[in-house]
């Protein structure tokens, strides 16, 4: 059963600083500051660049393969999160 998770970003961070999701899950990235955050990862398990978007807006990302994924905000790199994705 594949499933959506959502994080929020909020006050310059991640409302989740860690989440487990299976291979085939989504992860909706909620912008809940008043001004734009972006989402990407260098991750070898999972590498994207969802740009920057503003509040109220979301981007999803569906995680394909297993491993570590390292999230970050390219606006404010004090941003981080791990997902971690299982079988």
């Known amino acids: 059963l594949v499933q959506e998770y959502e994080v929020g970003q909020k006050n310059k961070t991640f409302t989740t600083k860690k989440l487990i999701v299976k291979v085939g899950d989504t992860v909706k990235f909620t912008n809940q500051d008043p001004f734009f955050h972006n ?18 807006k979301h981007r999803s990302v569906t ?6 994924v390292e999230i970050e905000c390219a606006i404010h790199p004090s941003m981080r999160m791990k997902i971690k994705v299982e079988k």
């Open 63 to 68: 995680f394909d393969n297993p491993g570590e």
């Open 39 to 56: 989402i990407f990862s260098l991750s070898e398990t999972k590498s994207f660049d969802l740009g920057s978007y503003p509040k109220g």
